[in-house]
């Protein structure tokens, strides 16, 4: 690079320093790259339990609705031969 064309010390030192920083910014790369995937993860798991929570809430929609609505009982009781 540009110490093998220079071939002085300040070109070699800058170069190293090149060196440095496309290292740290591959490093910050790699970082901020895992911690997305962590987010989408997290992401993905809230979507699924979302549709989970609403499901239980429909669920116990129904059951007030049953509640409200008991059916209609059969009247037990007894009958004389004469109201038949």
Do not use: C
């Amino acid at each position: 690079m540009l110490s093998s064309v220079l071939k002085s010390k300040k070109a070699i030192q800058v170069n190293i320093q090149i060196m440095l920083v496309f290292s740290k910014v591959r490093e910050l790369f790699v970082d901020s790259l895992e911690l997305k995937l962590d987010i989408e993860e997290i992401k993905r798991r809230l979507a699924s339990q979302d549709k989970n929570l609403e499901q239980v809430f429909t669920y116990l929609e129904e059951l007030i609705e049953k509640q409200r609505d008991p059916p209609p009982r059969r009247q037990i009781d007894y009958k004389r031969k004469s109201e038949e």
